[in-house]
């Protein structure tokens, strides 16, 4: 299926739990970077966006991601599914991918994967979170972008702010695909960047590993620990 398929990275600098964590660095390159550089080894991904606002306190994250070459879409603040939406129909987007910008262990294989069903079988969204086999920061969202249209027309605001929830609870409205993992020893495991406990663990990570975290799978952490 030739299809247009476009990565949206969404980020802002206010978190509640964790205040400017996107611009927060890990060893030489902030949580961002390591987001969009791993988004963008996704093959099956002709683009990649970072979808902010335009609101002052996301201007440092703005004028970052231009400096760093990255493109640059602002629209709503709590309307992320808007935002998204808009972001994707600027792109001429055919499909979504959804990626979070507090999760630097993006795994572009499995993202691939999930390019590639919903290409293959032609779903309204590609799944990884339905019946958790994957641990927290390590997803697999992948939609169609009429179907988040269509999605975001019965959307309540709520659901807006959190983009996928609505099609989490009406799955049988649109064809659903999921993937799981064999292996559900890393199920409970937490691969995101969103409070300072987070933060303080990535950069013990950091500081046991070095450099090489930025290319490592998730999956390959254990190992690199143990071995050293």
């Known amino acids: ?83 998204m939406l808009a972001c994707a129909e600027q792109y001429q987007a055919d499909y979504i991918v959804r990626v979070n910008g507090d999760s630097p262990f993006v795994d572009a294989e499995l993202v691939g994967e999930g390019v590639r069903l919903a290409k293959r079988t032609g779903a309204d969204f590609v799944t990884n979170i339905v019946g958790r086999t994957f641990p927290y920061g390590i997803s697999v969202e992948v939609l169609k972008t009429a179907a988040l249209r269509s999605a975001y027309a019965c959307m309540s605001r709520e659901e807006k702010e959190h983009v996928t929830t609505y099609l989490y609870r009406n799955m049988a409205d649109f064809v659903v695909e999921v993937i799981r993992n064999e292996s559900t ?41 143990k071995s050293r």
């Open 1 to 83: 299926m030739n299809a247009r398929v476009l990565a949206i990275v969404i980020a802002r600098m206010d978190s509640e739990r964790l205040p400017g964590k996107a611009l927060k660095p890990i060893g030489e390159v902030p949580l961002i970077e390591m987001v969009t550089a791993r988004t963008t080894q996704v093959r099956g991904v002709d683009d990649v966006v970072l979808a902010t606002t335009g609101r002052d306190v996301d201007l440092a994250l703005v004028e970052y991601a231009k400096r760093s070459g990255m493109k640059v879409f602002c629209g709503a603040v709590e309307d992320v599914a808007g935002r």
């Open 185 to 225: 020893s890393f199920a409970n495991g937490r691969f995101v960047v969103d409070t300072i406990a987070d933060y303080e663990w990535m950069l013990k990570l950091y500081e046991a590993i070095g450099p090489s975290l930025y290319s490592l799978r998730y999956s390959d952490i254990p190992a690199r620990l």
